[in-house]
């Protein structure tokens, strides 16, 4: 069944296996979801928080660390949750649009959020 599964579109490895819905490679880890390689040249990367974890659309985090907003005397303090996160791919590496109760609608950077 492995001659039908496509290479890692990451490093090309032709071991790729199955692993529930997803398909991943042994080589460098990549995971990827099987309808999607006819989508990868346009797509952006997978998006990772800061530890690493893997980002997906409906996904809660958790700021790690105080941020300044522009037009507000208090900023995002380190430790605030932000529930149902979509993925996008957005401007300077806001890759996060999500509501923020008392902020309302912005985007965040992956690399200032982590997994709850």
């Not at 999500?98 to 959020?113: E, H, P, R, T, W």
Request: glycine share 12%.
């Amino acid at each position: 069944m492995s001659e039908n599964l496509p290479p890692c579109p990451e490093c090309s490895s032709v071991h790729a296996y199955e692993m529930g819905a997803l398909l991943v490679c042994p080589e460098c880890g990549h995971e990827w979801s099987p309808g999607s390689e006819a989508d990868q040249e346009g797509a952006s990367a997978v998006v990772r928080d800061a530890v690493g974890n893997v980002l997906v659309d409906g996904d809660t985090v958790t700021v790690i660390k105080t941020l300044k907003v522009k037009g507000s005397p208090t900023g995002i303090k380190s430790g605030t949750k932000v529930r149902n996160i979509r993925i996008v791919d957005g401007v300077d590496g806001h890759d996060i649009d999500c509501k923020i109760d008392g902020f309302g609608a912005m985007q965040l950077k992956s690399s200032v959020v982590k997994k709850a």
